[in-house]
Protein backbone atom coordinates (compact mmCIF):
# COMPACT_ATOMS: atom_id res chain seq x y z
CA UNK A 1 0.00 0.00 0.00
CA UNK A 2 1.73 3.23 -1.07
CA UNK A 3 2.34 5.60 1.95
CA UNK A 4 0.11 3.38 4.12
CA UNK A 5 -2.85 4.04 2.83
CA UNK A 6 -5.69 1.56 2.39
CA UNK A 7 -6.30 1.17 -0.87
CA UNK A 8 -8.17 -1.32 -4.06
CA UNK A 9 -6.16 -2.38 -6.74
CA UNK A 10 -7.27 -4.20 -9.81
CA UNK A 11 -5.57 -5.48 -13.19
CA UNK A 12 -7.20 -3.94 -15.82
CA UNK A 13 -6.37 -5.37 -19.64
CA UNK A 14 -7.40 -5.01 -23.30
CA UNK A 15 -5.83 -6.41 -26.88
CA UNK A 16 -3.06 -4.09 -26.39
CA UNK A 17 -2.14 -5.24 -22.60
CA UNK A 18 -2.32 -4.80 -18.71
CA UNK A 19 -2.27 -2.50 -16.39
CA UNK A 20 -3.23 -1.87 -12.72
CA UNK A 21 -6.01 0.40 -11.50
CA UNK A 22 -5.52 1.79 -8.14
CA UNK A 23 -8.14 3.39 -5.87
CA UNK A 24 -7.32 5.20 -2.10
CA UNK A 25 -9.04 4.90 0.98
CA UNK A 26 -11.43 2.78 -0.41
CA UNK A 27 -12.01 -0.91 1.36
CA UNK A 28 -11.45 -3.53 -1.03
CA UNK A 29 -14.99 -5.04 -2.56
CA UNK A 30 -15.10 -8.48 -2.54
CA UNK A 31 -17.58 -8.41 -5.67
CA UNK A 32 -15.69 -7.78 -8.03
CA UNK A 33 -16.29 -9.22 -11.40
CA UNK A 34 -13.60 -10.97 -13.25
CA UNK A 35 -14.01 -10.08 -17.17
CA UNK A 36 -16.17 -6.87 -16.38
CA UNK A 37 -16.16 -4.43 -19.31
CA UNK A 38 -15.41 -0.80 -18.17
CA UNK A 39 -14.03 2.31 -18.96
CA UNK A 40 -11.12 4.27 -17.11
CA UNK A 41 -10.53 7.56 -17.55
CA UNK A 42 -7.71 9.33 -15.59
CA UNK A 43 -3.88 10.08 -14.84
CA UNK A 44 -1.32 7.35 -15.46
CA UNK A 45 1.68 7.43 -12.94
CA UNK A 46 4.83 5.50 -12.99
CA UNK A 47 4.69 3.48 -9.37
CA UNK A 48 7.48 0.90 -8.40
CA UNK A 49 8.55 0.98 -12.28
CA UNK A 50 5.17 0.13 -13.56
CA UNK A 51 2.13 2.34 -15.34
CA UNK A 52 -0.74 3.05 -12.82
CA UNK A 53 -3.84 4.19 -12.73
CA UNK A 54 -4.27 6.48 -9.67
CA UNK A 55 -7.80 6.82 -8.98
CA UNK A 56 -9.44 6.97 -12.02
CA UNK A 57 -13.18 7.36 -13.15
CA UNK A 58 -14.73 4.27 -14.13
CA UNK A 59 -18.02 3.47 -15.53
CA UNK A 60 -19.52 -0.23 -17.16
CA UNK A 61 -19.31 -0.17 -20.84
CA UNK A 62 -23.02 -1.40 -21.02
CA UNK A 63 -25.02 0.82 -22.68
CA UNK A 64 -22.42 3.22 -24.74
CA UNK A 65 -24.04 6.35 -22.81
CA UNK A 66 -20.45 7.35 -21.11
CA UNK A 67 -20.90 9.62 -18.23
CA UNK A 68 -18.11 9.84 -16.14
CA UNK A 69 -15.41 9.25 -18.28
CA UNK A 70 -14.43 10.84 -21.71
CA UNK A 71 -15.69 9.05 -24.81
Same mark, same amino acid.
Given at each position: ? $?????? *? %? #?? !??????????????? &? *? +??? *????? %? @? !? =? +??? #?? =????? /? !? /? %? +? &???? $? =?????? @?? *? !??
Amino acid at each position: M $PGGRRS *T %E #VI !VGDESGNVRAMWFNI &P *T +SRN *TRSQY %E @I !V =L +SGR #VR =LFNGR /F !V /F %E +S &PEWE $P =LEDGDL @IH *T !VD
